[in-house]
């Protein structure tokens, strides 16, 4: 068997490590690579039909082509409301509604609009709920960059006149904010307000194959969170992102406030009970699974790519997760020890996911690897499989046997897809 | 009548081990019971019964008996003379009599060591607040109580002494300057020391009778043997919870069954039941509830005033043991990935708990002194004396470790405060005095020496050739319970051991296990540095498993 030629653009331990303990060869980005971690920048060149680029059957590579349909903020939150609409549509009744009107089982995404484009609708919704927060963010950039909150439409209009100078040119993506309502009841620990950054690897999107990470963590605040107004200008309460909290005074080096998910479980587990934390969990799963779903149809599905995404959930005071973004290339940057520990251990396990085992990459390959090779991942979702196993029903169910998945409505539907993803 | 419903709750639940002196000990368990608000809610209740029309009168005494049974009060009588006899010391409820001095501690030279030890940390105690200049104690101004109040679930930004000045300066005890009073290195020395007068085997170098470890003194100690009967529920036949309740595991197996008995032993709310379930492990989501029930911790809006109360001592005077106490968190607790987030939770329950005098009873049984301050300028003068702090206890390095794990079971600081302050006073104070008690750091220490050395004389005699005995590494984690050596989930399951066992000897059999594990790298170190780094990361060890090797597979 040849090695295998690797090329990245970063210039990270945890993949330059990786890589080379397993023998693999470092190649540039414009030579014959089999494996190529790139930046989300460069994968446009790639693909791009000037490029004159084409992939070849042993190639692949970290981001399909218009992951930002995901990945941006905005295009995510077009994606899943068109999602719903079109299962409303159908009369699916995953897209049954409840009394107030809202989406019973897609309720996942905090309210959002984009703007300039929505700013009427918006402006309609604030008078509705003059007492809420609203946090807004610019659509092409990460780490909490351009962030604030806002309370008053006349922060809204003041940002508005500052912005712009210019109202003759159309907003690009730098300039388009997406204005989310801000989840103000945020479940607390230890009084500390957190959020969950999960990593999940998808390796196609037709059929839909999705796995979800265990090794997981909180990022908690540093300040202690406070949801009085007067607050509003600290960012260190309400932003959980490291890169935010770094810049904090109470800082901690040692654990960079990062706390494990199994941590979270134990904690919820042993305080609330193993149904209510069994379904948070559940809930989460659910989430990622339709959120990828919303944009299944329009990512393009080419089969040299994967992609592991950094997914921000904040979890509320009621236990419901909220999806808050998804990252296209989630820091790869080790801020402790056993940070980086887990994240060489993810950069490992994707790989073993996604190379058939011992090989060179081939992208004639089912995509099915076996269980002792998924390491921390777990299976979540494959549509194949999901498929297979809703035919075996839709035959029992002639032959008259009764069909678990349906019993007991929409609920327990939703369990049943949830077995399989296991 | 309430006597003879008594007498009947009471020989059921000692079983008829009390026939030797039932008699003084029935007239304890009845004064105890008499000054409990328990004897007055049960009176309260027997005259509602009392008064029910259905009820005949010449039934009467029946009756009220089969009312009060049905309402529950068998049981919480039962629970109540559980804990009460739980809380006694063995020598008590065997109606040994003695001097409180000799019920403290028997022997004579270990009540000299630890009270050389306490006079030692006295010392470095109040030398400390000479240094810094500092008081033991000092009454907070008005405005400063109020602005500790608002600060109260915060403290951990800006610590307990912190003040807002009037111009608005912040002024602060320098923390750095602020050292933990001892730490298991040092307390380890005074255990080491420890000699018994009368027994003169040690010195003969060449003679086969010297110890082989650290500790000299000569204490009863189990064999193996003996712990494998003691600890029988935890065999490798047996399922436990920790080990078959796995995800990986189908919960039919075990998972299933266990979490259904689990269910209706909560229900019971019967002590003895409770404990007996966790022999083989809590269930995670009923542990909290568990652990509450064998410890009788059950909240009343009494105890919720109480706790206010606390609070309320806390802000009105500010205690040099408030400093070593945030001191000790932030050294520990605040920089551990597994508790950071309840750093605040932490001084919550550490900084009352060092008013609470309550504390103060478990000394009837503990070697160790409270240490006596002087109001200032009356120093000797027995009526100024004060204990200091108030509860008697002077923390050490890590100490706010026996607190961390038990954030993940209790949300309720109330709750979590009295579930620690009763853990406490039946199973930590043992950790850090010098004592002849089985269940004391001495014994454990050397329980852990004689099992090492029985199991694995090979290792043992390698690593105290290399200048490595076993003790020096094993001592903090024996000092600490394990807390912040090992995972908090597995730290989770080594207590429900010591809980439903009663005993601290689950922890030197999980540090033999230890060593046996990575014996293989034991073998190879040549240094003390090199023995310490095989075993400085504990973090991936699975308690149970390792337990039922040390204990079962030979």
């Known amino acids: 068997?040849?090695?295998?030629?690797?090329?990245?653009?970063?210039?990270?331990?945890?993949?330059?490590?990786?890589?080379?303990?397993?023998?693999?060869?470092?190649?540039?980005?414009?030579?014959?690579?089999?494996?190529?971690?790139?930046?989300?920048?460069?994968?446009?060149?790639?693909?791009?039909?000037?490029?004159?680029?084409?992939?070849?059957?042993?190639?692949?590579?970290?981001?399909?082509?218009?992951?930002?349909?995901?990945?941006?903020?905005?295009?995510?939150?077009?994606?899943?409301?068109?999602?719903?609409?079109?299962?409303?549509?159908?009369?699916?009744?995953?897209?049954?509604?409840?009394?107030?009107?809202?989406?019973?089982?897609?309720?996942?995404?905090?309210?959002?609009?984009?703007?300039?484009?929505?700013?009427?609708?918006?402006?309609?919704?604030?008078?509705?709920?003059?007492?809420?927060?609203?946090?807004?963010?610019?659509?092409?950039?990460?780490?909490?960059?351009?962030?604030?909150?806002?309370?008053?439409?006349?922060?809204?209009?003041?940002?508005?006149?500052?912005?712009?100078?210019?109202?003759?040119?159309?907003?690009?993506?730098?300039?388009?904010?997406?204005?989310?309502?801000?989840?103000?009841?945020?479940?607390?620990?230890?009084?500390?307000?957190?959020?969950?950054?999960?990593?999940?690897?998808?390796?196609?999107?037709?059929?839909?194959?999705?796995?979800?990470?265990?090794?997981?963590?909180?990022?908690?605040?540093?300040?202690?969170?406070?949801?009085?107004?007067?607050?509003?200008?600290?960012?260190?309460?309400?932003?959980?992102?490291?890169?935010?909290?770094?810049?904090?005074?109470?800082?901690?080096?040692?654990?960079?406030?990062?706390?494990?998910?199994?941590?979270?479980?134990?904690?919820?587990?042993?305080?609330?009970?193993?149904?209510?934390?069994?379904?948070?969990?559940?809930?989460?799963?659910?989430?990622?699974?339709?959120?990828?779903?919303?944009?299944?149809?329009?990512?393009?599905?080419?089969?040299?790519?994967?992609?592991?995404?950094?997914?921000?959930?904040?979890?509320?005071?009621?236990?419901?997760?909220?999806?808050?973004?998804?990252?296209?290339?989630?820091?790869?940057?080790?801020?402790?020890?056993?940070?980086?520990?887990?994240?060489?251990?993810?950069?490992?396990?994707?790989?073993?996911?996604?190379?058939?085992?011992?090989?060179?990459?081939?992208?004639r390959w089912n995509k099915v690897p076996d269980k002792e090779n998924y390491g921390h991942f777990d299976l979540l979702y494959d549509e194949e499989l999901a498929n297979a196993d809703q035919a075996g029903q839709d035959l029992r169910a002639k032959a008259g046997l009764p069909n678990p998945a349906l019993r007991g409505g929409i609920r327990e539907q939703r369990k049943g897809s949830q077995a399989t993803w296991k | 009548m309430l006597r003879a419903f008594l007498v009947e709750s009471i020989l059921d639940s000692k079983m008829g081990s009390v026939e030797q002196q039932p008699d003084n000990l029935l007239v304890n368990v009845l004064q105890f019971l008499r000054s409990s608000t328990l004897f007055n809610d049960l009176l309260i209740s027997a005259q509602e019964e009392a008064q029910k029309t259905s009820l005949r009168i010449s039934e009467l005494k029946k009756g009220v008996q089969n009312g009060l049974g049905s309402a529950g009060w068998d049981r919480k009588l039962r629970n109540a003379i559980y804990h009460f006899l739980q809380s006694q010391p063995k020598s008590m409820t065997n109606g040994i009599l003695g001097s409180p001095e000799q019920l403290k501690e028997p022997l004579t030279y270990v009540r000299k060591a630890q009270l050389a030890w306490e006079k030692k940390i006295l010392k470095s105690l109040n030398s400390m607040c000479t240094e810094l200049t500092i008081p033991l104690a000092r009454r907070r101004p008005e405005r400063e109580q109020k602005d500790m109040m608002v600060r109260w679930t915060e403290l951990g930004v800006d610590g307990p002494a912190f003040m807002r000045g009037s111009s608005g300066i912040c002024r602060g005890i320098d923390l750095s300057q602020i050292r933990p009073v001892y730490a298991p290195k040092d307390f380890l020395e005074v255990v080491v020391s420890l000699q018994n007068p009368n027994c003169n085997s040690c010195g003969n170098v060449g003679s086969f009778d010297v110890p082989w470890g650290l500790i000299q003194v000569p204490m009863k100690v189990k064999t193996l043997n003996e712990l494998r009967l003691q600890y029988s529920d935890m065999a490798i036949t047996q399922c436990q919870t920790g080990v078959d309740d796995l995800s990986d595991i189908p919960a039919e197996l075990f998972d299933n069954e266990r979490t259904k008995l689990g269910r209706k032993v909560l229900s019971s709310k019967h002590a003895p039941i409770s404990r007996e379930f966790s022999k083989k492990g809590c269930p995670v989501s009923m542990r909290a509830e568990l652990w509450s029930q064998i410890l009788g911790v059950e909240l009343d809006q009494v105890d919720h005033l109480y706790y206010e109360q606390l609070k309320a001592y806390v802000l009105q005077h500010d205690l040099l043991v408030d400093n070593l106490l945030y001191k000790d968190v932030k050294l520990t607790a605040t920089n551990d990935d597994q508790y950071f987030v309840f750093e605040d939770f932490l001084y919550q329950v550490l900084l009352p708990f060092s008013r609470d005098t309550v504390v103060l009873k478990h000394f009837t049984q503990n070697s160790a002194t409270p240490p006596k301050s002087y109001i200032r300028g009356k120093l000797g003068v027995e009526e100024f004396a004060v204990t200091y702090p108030p509860n008697g206890v002077i923390p050490f390095h890590g100490f706010a470790m026996y607190v961390a794990p038990m954030c993940y079971l209790y949300d309720d600081v109330v709750q979590?405060?009295?579930?620690?302050?009763?853990?406490?006073?039946?199973?930590?104070?043992?950790?850090?005095?010098?004592?002849?008690?089985?269940?004391?750091?001495?014994?454990?220490?050397?329980?852990?020496?004689?099992?090492?050395?029985?199991?694995?004389?090979?290792?043992?005699?390698?690593?105290?050739?290399?200048?490595?005995?076993?003790?020096?590494?094993?001592?903090?984690?024996?000092?600490?319970?394990?807390?912040?050596?090992?995972?908090?989930?597995?730290?989770?399951?080594?207590?429900?051991?010591?809980?439903?066992?009663?005993?601290?000897?689950?922890?030197?059999?999980?540090?033999?296990?230890?060593?046996?594990?990575?014996?293989?790298?034991?073998?190879?170190?040549?240094?003390?540095?090199?023995?310490?780094?095989?075993?400085?990361?504990?973090?991936?060890?699975?308690?149970?498993p390792l337990l039922q090797l040390a204990l079962f597979s030979k």
């Open chain 1, 1 to 363: 068997m040849s090695r295998i030629k690797f090329a990245t653009d970063f210039d990270k331990s945890v993949l330059l490590n990786n890589f080379e303990n397993r023998g693999w060869i470092q190649v540039g980005a414009e030579d014959d690579w089999n494996f190529y971690w790139a930046g989300v920048h460069n994968i446009r060149n790639v693909f791009s039909v000037d490029s004159g680029f084409r992939l070849q059957d042993d190639q692949v590579i970290n981001h399909f082509p218009n992951h930002v349909e995901l990945t941006r903020k905005d295009l995510m939150v077009k994606n899943i409301k068109r999602y719903r609409k079109d299962l409303e549509k159908e009369g699916n009744p995953l897209a049954e509604k409840d009394e107030s009107g809202r989406f019973a089982h897609l309720d996942f995404i905090p309210q959002t609009f984009m703007l300039p484009a929505d700013y009427n609708l918006f402006v309609e919704e604030f008078r509705k709920n003059p007492n809420t927060t609203w946090i807004m963010k610019p659509c092409g950039k990460a780490r909490g960059i351009g962030i604030f909150l806002v309370n008053k439409l006349s922060q809204l209009k003041k940002w508005s006149r500052d912005g712009k100078g210019n109202s003759f040119t159309p907003p690009t993506a730098k300039e388009t904010y997406v204005i989310s309502k801000y989840i103000d009841n945020p479940l607390l620990i230890g009084g500390k307000k957190f959020d969950l950054r999960l990593y999940v690897l998808v390796t196609s999107f037709r059929p839909l194959k999705v796995y979800m990470y265990r090794l997981g963590f909180c990022r908690f605040c540093t300040v202690k969170y406070n949801a009085s107004l007067n607050e509003l200008d600290n960012m260190f309460v309400h932003l959980t992102n490291v890169s935010i909290q770094k810049q904090g005074d109470d800082y901690n080096a040692i654990h960079g406030g990062k706390w494990t998910v199994q941590n979270l479980r134990l904690f919820l587990e042993s305080t609330r009970g193993k149904d209510v934390s069994d379904k948070l969990f559940d809930d989460i799963n659910w989430l990622t699974v339709h959120s990828l779903k919303a944009v299944a149809g329009v990512i393009s599905n080419d089969r040299h790519c994967f992609e592991c995404y950094g997914y921000d959930i904040i979890i509320d005071d009621n236990l419901k997760p909220w999806l808050i973004e998804v990252n296209a290339s989630p820091s790869l940057s080790a801020t402790t020890s056993s940070d980086r520990i887990m994240k060489y251990r993810l950069i490992s396990d994707v790989v073993n996911i996604v190379i058939p085992p011992g090989d060179i990459p081939d992208v």
């Open chain 2, 416 to 544: 979590l405060y009295f579930v620690f302050r009763k853990m406490y006073m039946h199973f930590f104070f043992r950790l850090h005095s010098v004592s002849s008690h089985p269940q004391g750091i001495v014994s454990l220490s050397l329980l852990f020496e004689h099992l090492l050395q029985a199991e694995e004389p090979e290792l043992f005699y390698h690593l105290k050739q290399v200048g490595c005995q076993p003790l020096k590494i094993a001592f903090k984690w024996l000092m600490r319970a394990f807390s912040g050596f090992l995972a908090s989930d597995q730290v989770l399951l080594l207590w429900d051991r010591v809980l439903a066992y009663d005993s601290l000897e689950i922890l030197p059999v999980l540090a033999v296990a230890i060593f046996s594990f990575r014996k293989t790298n034991l073998m190879r170190v040549t240094t003390f540095n090199a023995a310490e780094a095989v075993l400085a990361d504990l973090f991936t060890l699975q308690v149970l």
